[in-house]
C-alpha cells in the first residue's frame, strides 16, 4: 500500500504541478482603469493565481433578471485557478449586464466559460446565445461540446468591440429556445477599455479596396508567437492577450527553421508604431525556410487554421529582420489561401534596419462554396526578385473574424475530432479506459477525501494487473479489453476457435511485411522454449530466435490473457512496415497462425538501455556512450516527428524501449501504442484517451488527453535524467520527495545540488559546463507545458553540442566565444 501511495502521488504532482495560463498584467499604461473584471457567481471579491483581483458580479446584473449563483461540484485538475472558473452565474432566462463610466473606444471583451455540473445542471443542456450591444458573439452555443472538441476544461472567448453610440456598453446572456430544459453560464468576464489597434487593411483580392475595420468587431481567432514560444497575458506588451507557439498549426515536415535576435541585436521600435502592437518578445524571435535555396525553392512554409465559413477574417503578420541588413538580401511572397496577398516582401525595404518591427494586414473572405472551413497562410521564397537568399521569413501571426453584415460573429460549434468520438465511443461499449478513469479520479481528488481513495484504488488495480504482466513495467493501459474491431468472428479467431477467418482479417497487415508460417517460427525459438526468452512486456514474451537459419530475430509473442493485443498488433506493423531509419528497430514480418499474433524484428543483441544503467550486472556505460545512446534516440524519435509524411507520436519513450545493438548503436522500438499526428492539420494535436508509462507521462497529456510530438519530448527528457542519474523514473522505495526522479532532479538543480542525484560511477568525469547544458536540456524537455518544450530537432542539437564539450572543451569554447 506503502508503493502504491508513492506511485499515486507522483501522478497527483504530474497531473497539478503546471503554472497558471491566464491572467492578465496587473498595472499596465494602456489599458484603462476603468476595466471590468468579474468572477460570476461570486460572493465576495477573488484573486488568482496570478495575483489578479476579480470582483463579484451581482450589482451589474439587471434585477428584474431570473439568475442564480453556484459553485462547480469539482474543480479540475487543469484548471489555472480556482477564481474565476469554480463560481458560475447561471441564467434561465434573458439577462443582462450593463457597464457604466467606460470611455467612448474599443472594447475587449473576455468571456471565461468551465462547462461543469453545477447544481442539479446538465452541461449538456446549456445551450445559450451571447450578445454585447446588438452584436452577435454566441448563437445557439454549446461550451461543453466546445470544451469537448477543444479536448480543454475550460476556455476563453475574446472578442474586440467598436464603441458604443449611444448609451452604456452591455451584454446579455439568453438560454435557447431550440433546446428544451437549455440555460446560460459564465464564469469570468472582463471589459477593458483598448487602443485601436486596427488600421483599414487590404482586401487583397480586389485592387485598391479596403473595409471598413474601423466601426466593425472582431473575435480573435489565433494569436501566435510564430518561431518563440508560449507568451502568458503577464508578460504581453499592456494588452492582457495571450501569444501561443505556431508550430502545431505548420505543415509537418516544412516547418523551417526558428530564429533569435542575437546578443548585439535590439529590438526597436519606429517612431510611428506603438509598442503595445507585440511584445518585443515576439519580434525578437522568427521562423524562417532555412539556408538551402535549392530546397527552399520547392515548397512553401505553411500554416493552416480551422475557421468559420461565411466570414472575412484579418490576418496580421508581423515581422522583424533578424539576420539581413540590405534590401533584397530576403524577399518572399504572401499568399492566403493558395491566392497572392503580396508579393516581394521585403522586411528591409518595409523598415530601413534589422531589428525594427513592422505588421501588415490583409483581409480575405472564407466562404463556403466548396465546404471550405480553412485559412492557409504560406509563404514562398521570390523568384522574379531574384534575391540574395531564397528564404522567407515571419515572426507573429494574429487571426481575426470580422462580424457579418447582421451584426453577427457567432459560427457554429465545433464537432469533436473522430479520434476523441471513437475512444468515447470504446468507453461507453463497457471497455473503460484505464488512465480515463485515473483523469477522472484524480478530479475527485480536488472535491476531497473520496477522490483520494478512488484514486488509491484505481492505481493498486493498475499495480497489481502490471504485476501479472513484468515487473517494472508500469503501463497504462487505455482499454480494458482488447478492442472488438472485428466484432465476435475476431474474438473466435484469437481464440482458435475460427482460424479460418484469420486470413481475412489479417491479411492486409500480412501484406506490408513479410509472413512467417508458425512452423517457421517455432523452429527458429525451439518450440517457444523459455531458455529463449530475453523479455516479458505488456504485449507478451519476447524470443531470442533465427530465421532462414542464420539470421537473428527477436520474437515477440502475443499472450491473449494479458489483454494488451490486436490494436498494438496492427499499429506496429502499420507503423514500421513504413519507416526505415537507422535508429529506428527494424520490423522484418509477422504471424498470423492458429490464433497466434508474432511479430519478428532485427535482434539487437545489448538489450535495452535500461539494462545497462542499474539493477545489472553489465558494466557502466561511460559517459560518451550514453550522449551517443541519447542522441542516437533522439535522431529516431526527430524523423519520428519530421521525417515522415505525418508525424508520428511514439507515445510511450522510456528506456526499456530504447534497445542497443552489437555496437550499442540506439534503436528505438516498441511502437505499438504511436499515433500520428493530428489528421487536421489545423487542430495541432490528437485527442486520445492517456497511454503511456508512469513516470514518464506527459502531464499535459495527462491532465487534458491533448497528445502532441511535445510528449514525446517530455518522456525523452525523464529518458536523459535516468541516463544521468542511473535510476528509475519512478522507486516507491525511495523518501516520499525522491520518488519521482524528475521531480527530485530538477529540485535538486534548483538548490545547486545537481551533482548528488549523478551516477556515481560518473561523477567527476563530466564537466561542469557539459552537466549543465545536459541538465538544461533535459529541464527544457520538462516544462509543463507543451508549447514551452523544444522540438526533438532542437534537443538534438543540444545533445550533440554536449557531446562536442565533452570530447573538445577547448575547442567548443573558442567557439562560443567567437560567436560561431
Excluded at 292 to 314: E, G, H, M, P, R
Excluded at 419 to 427: G, P, R, S, W
Excluded at 543 to 568: C, M, W
Aim: charged residues 20%; aromatic residues 10%; glycine residues 8%.
Amino acid at each position: 500500500m506503502k508503493s502504491s501511495i508513492h506511485i499515486l502521488q507522483s501522478i497527483i504532482l504530474l497531473s497539478l504541478s503546471f503554472d497558471a495560463i491566464c491572467g492578465v498584467a496587473k498595472n499596465t499604461k494602456s489599458v484603462s482603469q476603468h476595466s471590468y473584471v468579474l468572477s460570476c457567481g461570486a460572493s465576495i471579491e477573488g484573486t488568482d493565481t496570478n495575483g489578479r483581483k476579480w470582483t463579484p458580479d451581482s450589482e451589474l446584473i439587471a434585477p428584474s433578471s431570473d439568475f442564480t449563483s453556484a459553485k462547480a461540484l469539482y474543480q479540475d485538475p487543469s484548471l489555472p485557478s480556482q477564481v474565476p472558473y469554480m463560481t458560475a452565474r447561471i441564467f434561465t432566462s434573458d439577462c443582462e449586464y450593463k457597464f457604466s463610466a467606460l470611455p467612448n473606444k474599443r472594447l475587449w471583451i473576455r468571456l471565461h466559460f468551465y462547462p461543469s455540473s453545477y447544481s442539479s445542471l446538465d452541461p449538456a443542456d446549456a445551450y445559450f446565445s451571447v450578445t454585447a450591444n446588438g452584436l452577435t458573439l454566441l448563437n445557439n452555443f454549446s461550451a461543453s461540446i466546445t470544451a469537448e472538441a477543444r479536448t480543454q476544461a475550460y476556455f476563453m472567448e475574446e472578442y474586440s468591440v467598436s464603441p458604443v453610440s449611444k448609451g452604456d456598453p452591455c451584454i446579455k446572456f439568453s438560454p435557447s429556445p431550440q433546446h428544451n430544459g437549455s440555460y446560460a453560464f459564465v464564469n469570468g468576464i472582463e471589459v477593458i477599455p483598448m487602443p485601436d489597434i486596427f488600421q483599414p487593411p487590404n482586401f487583397f483580392g480586389l485592387s485598391g479596396e479596403t473595409i471598413d475595420i474601423r466601426s466593425s468587431s472582431v473575435q480573435t481567432m489565433f494569436r501566435l508567437n510564430v518561431g518563440g514560444r508560449y507568451i502568458p497575458t503577464t508578460s504581453d506588451s499592456g494588452l492582457s492577450r495571450t501569444w501561443y507557439d505556431d508550430s502545431p498549426y505548420l505543415i509537418s515536415g516544412a516547418s523551417g527553421v526558428t530564429l533569435e535576435a542575437g546578443k548585439n541585436l535590439s529590438i526597436d521600435f519606429p517612431p510611428n508604431l506603438p509598442e503595445y502592437i507585440a511584445p518585443r518578445s515576439v519580434y525578437g524571435t522568427a521562423r524562417s525556410m532555412g539556408t538551402s535555396s535549392s530546397i527552399n525553392q520547392n515548397y512553401n512554409l505553411t500554416w493552416v487554421f480551422k475557421v468559420d465559413a461565411n466570414f472575412t477574417y484579418i490576418v496580421r503578420l508581423h515581422f522583424c529582420e533578424l539576420q539581413f541588413r540590405k534590401v533584397n538580401e530576403r524577399v518572399f511572397d504572401i499568399l492566403l489561401n493558395n491566392r497572392t496577398a503580396q508579393q516581394s516582401a521585403d522586411v528591409i525595404a518595409w523598415t530601413g534596419s534589422a531589428g525594427v518591427p513592422v505588421y501588415k494586414d490583409f483581409t480575405t473572405y472564407v466562404g463556403d462554396a466548396n465546404g471550405d472551413d480553412e485559412l492557409w497562410v504560406a509563404l514562398h521564397p521570390s523568384i522574379l526578385s531574384k534575391p540574395e537568399y531564397f528564404d522567407a521569413i515571419l515572426n507573429g501571426l494574429e487571426i481575426f473574424k470580422v462580424n457579418d453584415s447582421r451584426g453577427n460573429l457567432a459560427g457554429l460549434n465545433p464537432v469533436p475530432s473522430k479520434m476523441l468520438l471513437d475512444d468515447k465511443a470504446v468507453e461507453a461499449a463497457g471497455r473503460p479506459a484505464l488512465a480515463g478513469l485515473g483523469y477522472e479520479a484524480v478530479q475527485g481528488i480536488a472535491g476531497g477525501v473520496t477522490g483520494f481513495v478512488v484514486v488509491a484504488c484505481v492505481c493498486i488495480v493498475l499495480l497489481n494487473q502490471n504485476k501479472k504482466r513484468k515487473k517494472g513495467n508500469e503501463e497504462v493501459s487505455g482499454a480494458a479489453n482488447w478492442s472488438p474491431v472485428y466484432g465476435s468472428s475476431y474474438a473466435s479467431t484469437m481464440s482458435g476457435r475460427s482460424t479460418s477467418k484469420a486470413s481475412s482479417h489479417f491479411s492486409n497487415l500480412a501484406n506490408l511485411c513479410r509472413h512467417f508460417s508458425l512452423a517457421e517460427i517455432k523452429h527458429g525459438c525451439n518450440n517457444f522454449d523459455e531458455s529463449q526468452v530475453v523479455g516479458v512486456g505488456g504485449f507478451g514474451k519476447v524470443y531470442r530466435g533465427t530465421i532462414d537459419g542464420v539470421i537473428k530475430v527477436a520474437i515477440k509473442r502475443s499472450n491473449p490473457s494479458l489483454e494488451q493485443g490486436f490494436h498494438e498488433f496492427q499499429t506496429e506493423i502499420e507503423m514500421l512496415s513504413k519507416l526505415r531509419h537507422k535508429h529506428l528497430v527494424p520490423l522484418i514480418g509477422c504471424c498470423v497462425e492458429s490464433g497466434e499474433m508474432i511479430l519478428v524484428y532485427d535482434y539487437m543483441a545489448n538489450g535495452t538501455l535500461r539494462e545497462h544503467l542499474y539493477n545489472t550486472t553489465k558494466p557502466p556505460l561511460p559517459w560518451q556512450k550514453r550522449l551517443e545512446i541519447c542522441i542516437g534516440a533522439a535522431r529516431g524519435l526527430h524523423y519520428l516527428h519530421t521525417g515522415v509524411s505525418h508525424t508520428i507520436i511514439h507515445r510511450d519513450v522510456k528506456t526499456t524501449n530504447i534497445l542497443l545493438d552489437e555496437n550499442l548503436e540506439a534503436k528505438v522500438s516498441d511502437f505499438g501504442l504511436s499515433k500520428h499526428g493530428a489528421s487536421s492539420i489545423n487542430q495541432g494535436h490528437v485527442s486520445t484517451l492517456v497511454k503511456g508509462s508512469f513516470g514518464y507521462l506527459d502531464p499535459e497529456y495527462f491532465r487534458r488527453q491533448k497528445l502532441t510530438e511535445k510528449s514525446d519530448v517530455y518522456s525523452f527528457g525523464v529518458v536523459l535524467f535516468e541516463v544521468l542519474c542511473a535510476r528509475p523514473a519512478l522507486d516507491a522505495a525511495l523518501p516520499k520527495e525522491q520518488v519521482n526522479l524528475a521531480d527530485w532532479v530538477l529540485y535538486c538543480k534548483k538548490k545547486g545540488m545537481l551533482e548528488d542525484t549523478v551516477d556515481p560511477h560518473l561523477k567527476w568525469r563530466i564537466s561542469p559546463e557539459c552537466l549543465k547544458k545536459f541538465a538544461d536540456t533535459a529541464e527544457k524537455c520538462l516544462s509543463d507545458h507543451g508549447v514551452d518544450r523544444p522540438s526533438m530537432g532542437e534537443v538534438l542539437w543540444s545533445l550533440e553540442y554536449v557531446l562536442q564539450l565533452h570530447e573538445n572543451p577547448e575547442a567548443t569554447r573558442f567557439l562560443k566565444k567567437n560567436g560561431r
